[in-house]
T-cell receptor
Framework: AQSVSQHNHHVILSEAASLELGCNYS??????LFWYVQYPGQHLQLLLK??????LVKGIKGFEAEFIKSKFSFNLRKPSVQWSDTAEYFC?????????????????FGTGTRLKVLA | EAQVTQNPRYLITVTGKKLTVTCSQN?????MSWYRQDPGLGLRQIYY???????DKGDVPEGYKVSRKEKRNFPLILESPSPNQTSLYFC????????????FGPGTRLLVL
């Protein structure tokens, strides 16, 4: 079965530090990849997504992610974090529901990374 | 404004007392789903619906029911809630194409005593 792994569960950084959050997925076929952010007390919002083309994807608020197919990874980066980036970050994959290519796609979320940025 | 709405936002109930959490979207999306979010477990899909009258189990469907009588509404029903269903619930919707962005509701925080 497909899965998504986020290895960093909690990250604490000081303002202006650089950020990289890891995301690995298990499906070997064509996938679509997403990063969502959940600010405290709010619902999930899309940060960025990858469908095809340039593997370096730029999103909102200065975030970017790089799709490395050979490593099954889609890591999220930001050169200089701000206090307002404190949130939980979820990686997600949109992949076929089963290996038989039934035509049904589903989202699979990672367990999330809680980022705290110290002012 | 395009949005997914959920009601109620907060709910405290007791074991065994049936409850319904409503979800509505105004984007004419075919696909809707329910997730629960628990610390350390991320988001897990409870049920999803690919269109009206078409629903299917997600990863954690036990103890839940859903219905999709209209395109815009996708209520989540807990017939006999138990304390292990205390969680934060999100409804989401999207178009049915591959790789489409999901739009999430504001969440419903449920406490079952």
């Amino acid at each position: 079965a497909q899965s998504v792994s986020q290895h960093n569960h909690h990250v604490i950084l000081s303002e202006a530090a650089s950020l990289e959050l890891g995301c690995n997925y298990s499906y070997g076929g064509t996938v679509n990849l997403f990063w969502y952010v959940q600010y405290p007390g709010q619902h999930l919002q899309l940060l960025l997504k990858y469908f095809s083309g340039d593997p370096l994807v730029k999103g909102i608020k200065g975030f970017e992610a790089e799709f490395i197919k050979s490593k099954f990874s889609f890591n999220l980066r930001k050169p200089s974090v701000q206090w307002s980036d404190t949130a939980e970050y979820f990686c997600a994959v949109n992949a076929p529901l089963d290996d038989l290519a039934s035509g049904t796609y589903k989202y699979i979320f990672g367990t999330g990374t809680r980022l705290k940025v110290l002012a | 404004e395009a949005q997914v709405t959920q009601n109620p936002r907060y709910l405290i109930t007791v074991t065994g007392k049936k409850l319904t959490v409503t979800c509505s979207q105004n984007m004419n999306h075919e696909y809707m789903s329910w997730y629960r979010q628990d610390p350390g477990l991320g988001l897990r899909q409870i049920y999803y619906s690919m269109n009206v009258e078409v629903t299917d189990k997600g990863d954690v469907p036990e103890g839940y029911k859903v219905s999709r009588k209209e395109k815009r509404n996708f209520p989540l029903i807990l017939e006999s809630p138990s304390p292990n269903q205390t969680s934060l619930y999100f409804c989401a919707s999207r178009t049915s194409g591959v790789g489409e962005t999901q739009y999430f509701g504001p969440g419903t925080r449920l406490l079952v005593l």
